[in-house]
């Protein structure tokens, strides 16, 4: 299984950034997928949840309406458009998944909100 995130960088506050998730090694059409991120000194945590289908996903309250998660189970990939953001974002974004042989984590894609 391999998670390849992309689409991280500098942006000033208020702007947008959408965040890539290739993924491989499994069949991404039947798990569902999250990205979690974690700023220095704090732990790691879920941003945002989306279901195998991509018909349910799902916030946490620090994200909602800014932040939205999708999918592209033709090409294996999921994505976080996140918009107005906010210093408190800046963090090293990660995608997860849970299969039927492990728990996978990307390497992650730094994400700095600050101008």
């Known amino acids: 299984v391999q998670l390849v995130e992309s689409g991280g960088g500098l942006v000033q506050p208020g702007g947008t950034l959408r965040l890539s998730c290739a993924a491989s090694?499994?069949?991404?059409?039947?798990?569902?997928m999250t990205w979690h991120r974690q700023a220095p000194g704090k732990e790691r945590e879920l941003v945002a949840s989306?279901?195998?289908?991509?018909?349910?996903?799902s916030y946490a309250d620090s994200v909602k309406g800014r932040f939205t998660i999708s999918r592209d189970n033709a090409k294996n990939s999921v994505h976080l458009q996140m918009s107005s953001l906010k210093p408190e974002d800046t963090a090293v974004y990660y995608c997860?998944?849970?299969?039927?042989?492990?728990?996978?984590w990307g390497r992650g894609t730094q994400v700095t909100v600050s101008s």
């Open positions: 997860h998944v849970v299969t039927h042989t492990g728990v996978y």
């Open positions: 989306i279901t195998a289908s991509g018909a349910s996903n």
């Open positions: 090694g499994f069949t991404f059409r039947l798990y569902a």
